[in-house]
Structure formats: structure tokens, C-alpha cells
């Protein structure tokens, strides 16, 4: 069955770096477009953050445009989001997801990124 794992996060300064990580298995990984999602406050609708293709083209939302990066190492089948000047309204708890979600519902546990001095 499809499992992803998140982590890398955790509580960091606003202005500082985490870099989140996604590992996924059960899926022939290098075929999907996959994304980042991050929700907050628990129960509120995930908003979409990043998408990285099958083919390595990405897209971010505005408000993380400059200061994050997605990419993917098919290899490894591991997504990353790498997060730059924090800042404390990017606090939630991030997933990551094939774009618009699996039709069985899956989501994994997520890592929790908190900024805040």
C-alpha cells in the first residue's frame, strides 16, 4: 500500500531553514507529480504549497515563492521542501501528497514546523 513518511521538522527562528523530507513507497514514484502541503489550524483544508512534476518542473504558491524549493530525488523516492526565511506564519504541520490527494483518502502523519523566537 502507498506510504508517505514526513520529517524534518521541527521549531526554528523566523528567518531560519529546515529542510523537510517525504518518502514514499508503494508507488512507482518517478511517475508521479508529488506536492507539499502544509494545514493549520488542525481540521482546516490543506492548502497546496508546492508541486514538483515526474519531470522535475515545480510550482509554488506566492507566499512561499523566493524562500522555498521543492525537488525530488527518484532514486531515493524522496520528495524535499527546502524552507528559507521562515517566517512565523508558516508554522503548520506539512505533508506531502501526489497533487489534489490519493482517491483513497491517504494522508501520512506530517512534520510539524513551528517558527517562532
Known amino acids: 500500500q502507498v506510504q508517505f513518511v514526513e520529517s524534518g521538522g521541527g521549531l526554528v527562528q523566523p528567518g531560519g531553514s529546515l529542510r523537510l523530507s517525504c518518502a514514499a513507497s508503494?508507488?512507482?514514484?518517478?511517475?508521479?507529480?508529488m506536492a507539499w502541503y502544509r494545514q493549520t489550524p488542525p481540521g482546516k483544508q490543506r492548502e497546496l504549497v508546492a508541486?514538483?512534476?515526474?519531470?522535475?518542473?515545480?510550482d509554488l504558491v506566492d507566499s512561499v515563492q523566493g524562500r522555498f524549493t521543492i525537488y525530488r530525488d527518484n532514486d531515493k523516492n524522496t520528495v524535499y521542501l527546502q524552507m528559507n526565511s521562515l517566517k512565523p506564519e508558516d508554522t503548520a504541520v506539512y505533508y506531502c501528497?501526489?497533487?489534489?490527494?490519493?482517491?483513497?483518502?491517504?494522508w501520512g502523519q506530517g512534520t510539524q514546523v513551528t517558527v517562532s523566537s
Open positions: 501528497n501526489v497533487p489534489g490527494g490519493l482517491a483513497n483518502g491517504y
Open positions: 508541486v514538483v512534476t515526474s519531470r522535475g518542473s515545480t
Open positions: 508503494g508507488i512507482i514514484f518517478k511517475l508521479y507529480n
